[in-house]
């Protein structure tokens, strides 16, 4: 199983870029998918994420500026980002809990991560 990550970028502040990430393999399930960021010197954080069959839930500090949205036909994860700001500038890292074919197993994988970045 592969995460493949897309769409950062760099972009000025109050734009807005959509990052896609897209998950492939033996999937037999995906029970969560969702985003992290890591901005320079800071932790890796919870962006946004969405379980299965749930609703989405955001970090406090992108709420009602990111939308996560799934295609599960796809095994795809979206982020919509609007109103970018400089602090949103990190790598942004997919995530999904997936359980593989024949295995029954759910396990944690990461995409590779892409860079975003907000000049002001």
């Known amino acids: 199983v592969q995460l493949q990550a897309s769409g950062g970028g760099l972009v000025q502040a109050g734009e807005s870029l959509r990052l896609t990430c897209a998950a492939s393999?033996?999937?037999?399930?995906?029970?969560?998918m969702g985003w992290y960021r890591q901005a320079p010197g800071n932790q890796r954080e919870l962006v946004a994420q969405?379980?299965?069959?749930?609703?989405?839930n955001y970090a406090d500090s992108v709420k009602g500026r990111f939308t996560i949205s799934r295609d599960n036909a796809k095994n795809t994860v979206y982020l919509q980002m609007n109103r970018l700001n400089a602090e949103d500038t990190a790598v942004y890292y997919c995530k999904a809990h997936i359980i593989e074919v024949g295995t029954y197993i759910l396990r944690t994988y990461w995409g590779q991560g892409t860079l975003v970045t907000v000049s002001s």
């Open positions: 969405i379980i299965s069959g749930g609703t989405p």
């Open positions: 393999g033996n999937i037999l399930s995906i029970k969560v």
